[in-house]
């Protein structure tokens, strides 16, 4: 059974950091392309990033430059780490493993709320 | 970055009746190597997204019949044949065409 568990959440005061960890399990990490999405409260699905089998990384216009996605195979682990948080980085953080070969995030973890305010 | 626009934004229906949403891309969707890479997700209250649909047309395993998706190039559409009270939720269209992927507002599904 595909399970992806997300950690790492919580308060941080703007201007901070905090880095999000995606515990996978089964299927082949290695093998799947993999997706931050976020979800501030009340509203809808925002893209973060995404990065590919071979470690090519993608970022929204509003993180690139504060947050890094990477992946560690060997630990079947997705990150998220996001720096120099703003109040509008308040959200769940859900992440995504895409149907291979589809380019469609087909199994999603349960999320982990990220708080940025002081 | 490519902007998709759903309609309605809500959408209220009686069960058992039909219910469309639609999803109008910027730009194209059709990738390079020929495929579209449109797909459509659904929300539950209190849940995170499930997919329903991807490129355009194609039923994930599991989904219920009644859910169709249909479209080309810029204009899709998301159809369920007759409305279950489990359908209940938000529906968003998402392009993974470009590499800077983006959702649709979402549409709320609410029964009448």
């Known amino acids: 059974e595909v399970q992806l568990l997300e950690s790492g959440g919580g308060l941080v005061q703007p201007g901070g950091s905090l880095r999000l960890s995606c515990a996978a399990s089964?299927?082949?990490?290695?093998?799947?392309?993999m997706n931050w999405v976020r979800q501030a409260p009340g509203k809808g699905l925002e893209w973060v990033s995404t990065?590919?089998?071979?470690?090519?990384?993608y970022y929204a216009d509003s993180v690139k430059g504060r947050f890094t996605i990477s992946r560690d195979n060997s630990k079947n682990t997705l990150y998220l780490q996001m720096n120099s948080l703003r109040a509008e980085d308040t959200a769940v953080y859900y992440c995504?493993?895409?149907?291979?070969?589809?380019?469609?995030?087909?199994?999603w973890g349960q999320g982990t709320l990220v708080t940025v305010s002081s | 970055d490519i902007v998709m626009t759903q309609t309605p934004l809500s959408s209220p229906v009686t069960l058992g009746q039909p219910a469309s949403i639609s999803c109008r891309s910027t730009q194209s969707l059709v990738h390079s190597d020929g495929n579209t890479y449109l797909s459509w997700l659904q929300q539950r209250p209190g849940q995170p997204p499930r997919l329903l649909i991807y490129?355009?047309?194609n039923r994930f395993p599991g989904v219920p019949d009644r859910f169709s998706g249909s479209g080309a190039g810029t204009d899709f559409t998301l159809k369920i044949s007759r409305v279950e009270a489990e359908d209940v939720g938000v529906y968003y269209c998402?392009?993974?065409?470009?590499?800077?992927?983006?959702f649709g507002q979402g549409t709320k599904l609410e029964i009448k």
């Open positions: 490129q355009i047309s």
């Open positions: 998402m392009q993974t065409a470009l590499t800077t992927r983006t």
């Open positions: 995504a493993k895409d149907v291979v070969g589809v380019l469609a995030p087909d199994y």
């Open positions: 990065i590919g089998t071979a470690g090519s990384t």
């Open positions: 089964g299927f082949t990490f290695s093998n799947y392309v």
